[in-house]
């Protein structure tokens, strides 16, 4: 555990060092947005339009005093997908997907010897995989989760114009009601530090990949489960230094 | 010129490599040989700084690599390059993305140079019209040759190759011996290689080094290797029904 901290930490200093060449680093970061960012878009709109419209629905279902008024329910639906859902199973769903992918590709770069040519040719191999992943991530979740959070208010509406449950204009009324911008700021601090998480973690766990294909595989599923563990872990943490 | 100076590592309790010097001299194929275990490998991992010596010394036309700083390593690893077992070419980049990669690194060249030298990189290595390929649609012989083309690309000093003929048909290893031998002369580069083919070894072996149990054994040429009375290495290279024969 503790040496694993360690090798973690040196490989975050070799990372966070200026590239070795500015016009490869932004080509690189390029990539890295349409990879990590454009490519998970149709999942994230997917997972968020049913997360969305499910949240709306239950909360409906459980409303059964007069007393409450039926705004509540575009109300909890905006404070669920705002507070918890984009940001926390969104980054989780991506640390199954961007995780395991970063993984497996720099794994099989350990493997494949394609890391030894980059450090032989006097490149600093943890900088130029790791820093446009890290960099390219942290800036493109943050535009995913407020893609996510819009699909998910939109899937609830749709939710209530379709079971009727909710009239669309209770829904609309609830979800402009009682806003605090800090919620946002709250979501979008998680997400780049979910990124930040998923990102590092699964380039270490390549990065440190040895043996054949087998290998490979059970980096890319350590990856998945210790970001996993890591990105629960920080949402208790940062919800209890930010929202306490 | 490259010399290993009483360089010995151990893993662990494990030694593989045990006082070895060498000299490998500019403008000739020098050859490591062993059996496999032998710490052929590990040998030129410790040459080429990717592995620390525990003892001894690896020096670059008398510059010292072993007690250098990472930023003055860099400096000398701009002028070596390497073909490594597998090619270790970059997937996810095309043939002409893989040569021009230490270019666009290391190099200010326009976009027009650079394609000029990765061009001529691939005519020396036999290669036209494989630009666009993707390595993985690229034949074992022709992955090591895109891998020459780029450890050449920046004209090193100094080149390395780890088993060059692996996993090739003897036609095409003989192609790529050839290859890389006249490179070697041509650019007068200091060439190293790992091998445990004795077609390579008969074919282009200027220097031999045999190293047995992580020892270096025996020192000498193609022509002389098949004179010796060393046991260890007649048991080498005497090894298969082909070399008896030849014996």
């Known amino acids: 555990m503790i040496k694993n901290i360690g090798r973690y930490m040196i490989l975050m200093l070799e990372t966070f060092r200026k590239p070795d060449k500015g016009s490869v680093f932004r080509k690189q970061l390029m990539r890295e947005f349409k990879d990590l960012g454009i490519d998970s878009l149709g999942i994230v709109a997917i997972i968020s339009v049913f997360m969305g419209a499910v949240v709306a629905i239950q909360t409906a279902y459980n409303i059964d005093s007069p007393l409450i008024p039926l705004s509540m329910v575009g109300f909890t639906t905006r404070q669920s997908i705002v507070l918890e859902f984009s940001p926390t199973i969104i980054s989780l769903i991506l640390a199954g997907k961007v995780g395991s992918r970063i993984a497996s590709e720099i794994g099989t770069m350990r493997i494949t010897e394609q890391i030894d040519a980059l450090r032989i040719m006097g490149v600093n191999p943890a900088n130029y995989l790791l820093l446009p992943k890290i960099t390219a991530a942290m800036i493109i979740n943050p535009v995913l989760i407020i893609i996510s959070i819009v699909i998910g208010l939109f899937g609830g509406w749709l939710a209530c114009v379709i079971t009727g449950m909710v009239t669309p204009t209770d829904y609309i009324v609830g979800l402009r009601g009682w806003f605090e911008a800090f919620t946002i700021y709250y979501a979008l601090i998680k997400t780049v530090v979910f990124a930040f998480i998923i990102t590092s973690v699964s380039g270490y766990m390549g990065y440190y990949t040895k043996g054949g294909s087998l290998d490979v595989g059970t980096s890319s599923t350590k990856a998945v489960v210790y970001s996993s563990i890591l990105i629960i872990l920080f949402n208790l943490i940062l919800t209890q230094m930010l929202l306490s | ?247």
């Open chain 2, 1 to 247: 010129m490259i010399q290993a100076v009483n360089i010995s590592k151990s893993f662990g309790e494990s030694e593989i490599l045990n006082d070895v010097s060498l000299t490998f001299e500019k403008g000739k194929t020098n050859l490591i040989i062993g059996e496999s275990g032998s710490g052929k490998t590990v040998l030129m991992k410790c040459l080429v700084g990717l592995y620390d010596v525990n003892k001894g010394s690896v020096e670059y036309d008398s510059r010292n690599i072993s007690k250098m700083s990472f930023k003055e390593k860099r400096k000398i690893r701009k002028e070596l390059g390497m073909l490594f077992q597998s090619g270790a070419l970059f997937d996810s980049f095309n043939v002409e993305e893989n040569v021009m990669f230490p270019l666009s690194m290391f190099t200010k060249k326009t976009y027009e140079e650079k394609l000029e030298r990765v061009n001529f990189c691939l005519n020396r290595v036999n290669l036209e019209n494989v630009n666009n390929l993707l390595p993985s649609e690229l034949s074992g012989g022709m992955t090591k040759r895109v891998a020459i083309a780029r450890a050449i690309s920046l004209n090193p000093k100094y080149l390395f190759c780890d088993e060059p003929n692996s996993g090739l048909d003897p036609k095409t290893a003989d192609v790529i011996d050839e290859l890389i031998s006249e490179i070697t002369q041509e650019f007068k580069i200091t060439t190293i290689i790992n091998t445990h083919d004795m077609n390579s070894v008969l074919n282009i072996g200027d220097n031999i080094a045999f190293l047995y149990k992580g020892k270096l054994w025996w020192q000498g040429n193609k022509t002389e290797i098949l004179k010796t009375d060393n046991n260890e290495l007649n048991d080498f290279v005497f090894a298969t029904e082909l070399t008896k024969r030849l014996k």
